[in-house]
């Protein structure tokens, strides 16, 4: 039987290679005989420049950049052509900031602006981003000060500063910072810039923010897309990055789903037809999971070539219903598991977690 293995990170413990291991080792003491293949996936996130590398070549351009507190980061770009591709976790990601110094008001996405000059300077005539993984929840202000926007000494400062704008913003500079370069926003959700599902109420728990701070980023947010475009802060993808997207929906950039743009880059649907059944999982398998990442493409692409797909998650949220509607056949979650079955780390959990569905799964 030819398995497809083809995760996303599990957030915080895994990477999108180490889970895809994982899955492969724990199958294989069930079902050893079977042909077991690796895709390692990202949704603009995390990982996104490791999957576009491996599926694409080109070269690893190595910057220095502001991260999310100011420290400074290594960040790479990946030139391949005449196309640069940033992951924009790679400068403010939520990974470089240690747990216990989380601070969602001051957070800035100041490093990703650096990163989109650096590729500008690089002499590109296509700048991909990969949006999602932020520690930031400034509405993208950082990356537009980096690039020229004004007021700096504000837009720079994180998103708990927005809501004290008193003065117009000049968006000039930055546009002309990036005129003639064709600019791609490939998001990890679709999520708007305001509201329940925004950048601050959406996504700002994740980032260490409790309820009063995510108000205030909301506050501020609002305060933004006011002094800017409110109509693009209702597109789609503009709350990604913690607002990154509509930064970049404010320059010019057409917006696709992260994930869709890496399965094209490994060729994923060309290989799902070789393939008996498709593997996907991430961390937690919840409403965001069907809104554009990982899951939802894999799951599409396995209809397409007409094999089934299975979850395997940390946790799982998601009710049969939703898994019909999205093509999904099962998803499994570790944290369903007895607890005689699981070992004493995140890889060895998911190797258990995969040992027991091969049970079902191969034939």
Do not use: N
């Not at 599990?10 to 180490?18: D, H, M, N, P, S």
């Not at 491996?54 to 770009?77: F, Q, S």
């Not at 989380?102 to 650096?118: I, K, N, P």
């Not at 789609?236 to 399965?263: C, E, Y």
């Amino acid at each position: 039987m030819r398995i497809l293995v083809a995760p996303d990170k599990f957030a915080g413990t895994l990477t999108a290679t180490e889970a895809a291991e994982a899955i492969r080792d724990g199958w294989a003491r069930t079902a050893p005989e079977d042909e077991v293949e690796l895709v390692p996936l990202s949704d603009g996130g995390p990982g996104f420049l490791e999957v576009l590398h491996a599926g694409l070549g080109g070269e690893l351009l190595a910057e220095t950049v502001r991260g999310p507190l100011g420290i400074p980061t290594p960040a790479p770009l990946l030139r391949v052509g005449d196309t640069a591709y940033i992951e924009v976790s790679q400068a403010c990601g939520l990974h470089l900031v240690d747990p216990q110094r989380r601070d969602a008001l001051a957070a800035s996405s100041y490093g990703v602006g650096e990163l989109m000059a650096a590729a500008a300077d690089a002499g590109v005539h296509r700048v991909v981003v990969g949006v999602g993984g932020t520690a930031s929840t400034d509405g993208g202000a950082g990356l537009l000060a980096a690039l020229g926007a004004g007021p700096a000494q504000v837009l720079a400062r994180g998103g708990g500063a927005l809501a004290a704008l008193d003065q117009p913003v000049d968006l000039v500079a930055a546009r002309e910072r990036l005129a003639g370069l064709e600019l791609v926003a490939a998001t990890d959700v679709d999520a708007p810039l305001l509201g329940h599902d925004g950048a601050a109420h959406g996504f700002g728990a994740q980032k260490g923010a409790g309820r009063d701070a995510r108000e205030q980023l909301e506050r501020g947010l609002r305060v933004w897309a006011t002094l800017t475009d409110g109509g693009v802060a209702v597109r789609g993808g503009a709350g990604a990055g913690g607002g990154i997207g509509f930064a970049l929906l404010l320059l010019g950039a057409s917006r696709v789903p992260g994930a869709q743009l890496a399965l094209d880059a490994v060729h994923l649907p060309e290989r799902a037809r070789r393939a008996d059944l498709l593997i996907t999982g991430e961390g937690a398998f919840d409403w965001q999971s069907l809104r554009g990442k990982v899951v939802a493409g894999v799951a599409r692409s396995a209809q397409d070539a007409g094999r089934p797909t299975v979850v395997l998650a940390g946790r799982v949220e998601v009710g049969r219903r939703e898994l019909a509607a999205s093509g999904i056949d099962a998803a499994y979650g570790i944290e369903d598991m007895p607890a005689s079955d699981r070992g004493h780390t995140a890889s060895a959990d998911l190797q258990a977690l995969a040992a027991r569905v091969a049970r079902t799964w191969s034939r």
